[in-house]
């Protein structure tokens, strides 16, 4: 019996993690500056666009938010790295083909 408990406690945890991910990660971008520029990409990073009503009709300013967000996502060197590394990673171990194959 007291394994059941156990049992449903975690998988109670357990089920919590997406959400406790995601709110994190909302905290995080409350919490953090918004970044300029990007060393490891060599570009500017996008800012919060500047509210105007035709930019909203002509569906621009979705876009310009849209990419704010993807620029000022929390740890986003972290992220950017690891993908970095993973497509390293995959290209070298990739077999190589020959004309025999």
Do not use: C
């Given at each position: ?58 569906g621009s300013y979705e876009r ?32 190589i083909k020959t004309d025999a194959?």
């Open positions: 019996m007291k394994n059941k408990g156990n049992f449903a406690m975690l998988r109670h945890a357990v089920g919590m993690l997406p959400f406790l991910l995601i709110l994190a990660m909302l905290i995080l971008h409350l919490a953090l500056p918004d970044k300029t520029f990007s060393k490891e990409e060599r570009r500017y990073l996008a800012q919060w666009p500047v509210f105007h009503i035709e930019e909203v009709i002509d310009k938010v849209e990419s704010y967000f993807s620029d000022q996502f929390p740890l986003r060197n972290f992220w950017v790295y690891i993908e970095k590394s993973s497509r390293r990673i995959l290209r070298t171990s990739t077999p194959d």
